[in-house]
């Protein structure tokens, strides 16, 4: 099938939010010929390139005057089956939760925490996706990716990615420079389960009677996470929509003993990483409603639009939220998903 170029496409329904915004163009890619045709006219055009997925981590703030890539290339391969491990390339199009299932089946371990995140695996390293006590950059061992200039291929090693929590070079020195085509996995075929993190940890001290498995790990944060995070289709929202944020050991100290309460999680480094959710929570937001938008009855991270909300007042919100945080702890809060289309 030939593929189309699309003007003046609306993209609510490519964007988890729901928000309504137009791209200048848009073209759906399934394979890497496509990419480099799209890659073309974009230089031809001189427009610039926003690659998309799923659109679960991205807020439209106004009409996007570039040409908007999806990635819709699909495939997983076995690259090599050794008696401890398997090497997978993903195509960079498939849906992730999907991929995790996949892998679970097939009795390749290591994804299960990461289960329910929405999203393409084209995007997982932009962000290193990351819960319940696991990061991609576990499994990761390659991105290849088209660079947008020239339509070269380049391929990244797991360092090479410089990963951090909700962090990559792909945010830094190779934001907007690159399309994500297919990542290479590495996973473990014997189970070596990781419930550190609270949530999981009370899950299996509750539930005594479960043994521990890749599947039972999977099963409980499926079921956590729906518990509290709302479904997309229902309710449209972002996830997580500020970072969790990181602050010194000793400003941790104080916010410690002057709120004994606030969850906070000692980095490697001697930093600690506070609980965003809970800051907000405690300034009053969980379950404000503002006309179309509002913030989460259940999780106060998570920050949603009930139907026609725009993306300039869903930011306006956010920066309120942020100030009363500052006011209050003394903490900044930065936004997660990326923002497009804002007039500045
Ligand atoms: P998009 O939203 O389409 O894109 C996000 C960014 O990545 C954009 O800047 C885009 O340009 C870029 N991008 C996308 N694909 C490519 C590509 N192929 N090449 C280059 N750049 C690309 N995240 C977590 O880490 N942990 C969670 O637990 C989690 N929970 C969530 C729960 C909910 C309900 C929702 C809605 C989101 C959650 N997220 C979570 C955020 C989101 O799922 C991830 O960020 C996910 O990786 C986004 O995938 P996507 O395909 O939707 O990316
Ligand atoms: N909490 C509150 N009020 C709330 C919600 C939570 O006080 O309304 C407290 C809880 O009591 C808990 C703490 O906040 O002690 C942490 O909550 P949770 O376990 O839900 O995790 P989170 O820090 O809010 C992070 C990620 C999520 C990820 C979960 C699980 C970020 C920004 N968010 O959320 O990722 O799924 O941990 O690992 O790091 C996303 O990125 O979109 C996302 C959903």
Same mark, same amino acid.
């Given at each position: 099938?030939r593929m ?26 399934s394979t ?9 006219? /974009?230089? *031809?055009? $001189? &427009?610039?390139v926003v =690659?998309?997925?799923?659109?679960s981590?991205?807020?439209? #703030? ?15 391969e ?5 008696d401890?491990?398997v ?5 960079a199009?498939?849906?992730?939760h999907?991929?995790?299932q996949w ?5 390749y ?8 995140i929405?999203g ?14 696991v990061?991609l ?8 990716a ?20 909700r962090?990559s ?7 907007d420079?690159?399309?994500?085509? /297919?990542? *290479?996995? $590495? &996973?473990?075929?014997? =189970?070596?389960?990781?419930?550190a993190?609270?949530?999981? #940890?009370?899950?299996f001290?509750?539930?005594?009677d479960v ?7 999977f ?7 729906r518990?509290?995070?709302p479904d ?12 969790n944020?990181?602050v010194?050991?000793k400003?941790?100290?104080e ?14 480094d ?9 800051m907000i ?10 006309g179309e ?13 009930y ?5 300039e ?5 956010a920066?309120?939220?942020a100030a ?8 900044r809060?930065?936004i ?9």
């Amino acid at each position: 099938m030939r593929m189309q170029f699309l003007r003046g496409e609306a993209l609510q329904r490519y964007n988890t939010l729901a928000l309504q915004a137009r791209a200048q163009a848009f073209v759906s890619v399934s394979t890497e010929a496509d990419l480099l045709a799209a890659l073309t006219l /974009a230089r *031809e055009q $001189q &427009l610039p390139v926003v =690659p998309l997925g799923e659109g679960s981590n991205v807020v439209f #703030a106004g009409d996007l005057d570039a040409l908007v890539i999806q990635q819709r290339m699909k495939g997983i391969e076995v690259l090599a089956l050794a008696d401890d491990a398997v090497r997978l390339r993903v195509a960079a199009g498939e849906n992730w939760h999907a991929l995790v299932q996949w892998t679970l089946a097939q009795g390749y371990f290591g994804l299960e925490n990461l289960a329910l995140i929405p999203g393409t695996v084209g995007a997982a390293p932009i962000q290193n996706i990351g819960a319940y006590g696991v990061e991609l950059q576990a499994s990761l061992l390659q991105v290849h990716a088209r660079q947008i200039a020239d339509g070269k291929v380049l391929v990244l090693s797991n360092e090479a990615c410089e990963f951090g929590y909700r962090d990559s070079i792909f945010k830094h020195q190779l934001q907007d420079q690159l399309v994500i085509t /297919a990542v *290479e996995l $590495q &996973l473990a075929r014997h =189970p070596a389960v990781n419930v550190a993190y609270p949530a999981l #940890a009370s899950y299996f001290a509750e539930h005594a009677d479960v043994d521990p498995t890749p599947q039972a790990v999977f099963d409980a944060v499926v079921g956590i996470r729906r518990s509290k995070l709302p479904d997309p289709a229902q309710v449209p929202n972002a996830g997580s929509f500020f970072k969790n944020p990181v602050v010194a050991g000793k400003l941790a100290e104080e916010l410690r003993a002057a709120f004994p309460g606030l969850p906070c999680f000692s980095q490697p480094d001697g930093a600690v990483k506070l609980s965003a959710a809970w800051m907000i929570d405690r300034c009053g937001w969980k379950g404000a409603r503002l006309g179309e938008l509002g913030v989460h009855a259940e999780h106060a991270l998570v920050l949603v639009n009930y139907g026609g909300g725009s993306g300039e007042r869903l930011l306006a919100l956010a920066t309120d939220i942020a100030a009363s945080v500052w006011d209050a702890f003394g903490v900044r809060l930065e936004i997660e998903p990326r923002v497009y289309g804002r007039r500045v």
